[in-house]
């Protein structure tokens, strides 16, 4: 079992930043794949970054690369996203998510048994 809990969410200004932060329970965190996933108002949640176990593998959505970036800290048990540039489209509640799936896979939100709470995002223009 893997608890997962996201902060760092607020509101910013157009091209402004925010870190989001997803700290994790239990010594197992290292054999996960992390990944970050966000829901918009009235869409559906959709994937925007992953990592792999190592960190050594990371994966974007074509919408925020460049702007995102996606780091872990195994020996923190959090996982984190930097974004920059944000733009008022990027506001929804985003939510980490835990996987022992591998590869491409990991894209897919199908494959994550772990997700934590949510944290809302708002960028104004």
């Known amino acids: 079992q893997v608890q997962l809990v996201e902060s760092g969410g607020g509101l910013v200004q157009a091209g402004g930043s925010l870190r989001l932060s997803c700290a994790a329970s239990?010594?197992?965190?290292?054999?996960?794949?992390m990944g970050w996933f966000r829901q918009g108002p009235g869409k559906e949640r959709e994937f925007v970054a992953a990592i792999s176990w190592s960190g050594g593998s990371t994966y974007y959505a074509d919408s925020v690369k460049g702007r995102f970036t996606i780091s872990r800290d195994n020996a923190k048990n959090t996982v984190y996203l930097q974004m920059d540039s944000l733009k008022p489209e990027d506001t929804a509640v985003y939510y980490c998510?835990?996987?022992?799936?591998?590869?491409?896979?990991?894209?897919?939100?199908?494959?994550?048994?772990?997700w934590g709470q949510g944290t809302q995002v708002t960028v104004s223009s």
């Open positions: 998510a835990a996987t022992y799936y591998s590869g491409s896979d990991i894209l897919r939100d199908q494959v994550y048994a772990y």
């Open positions: 239990g010594r197992t965190f290292s054999r996960y794949a």
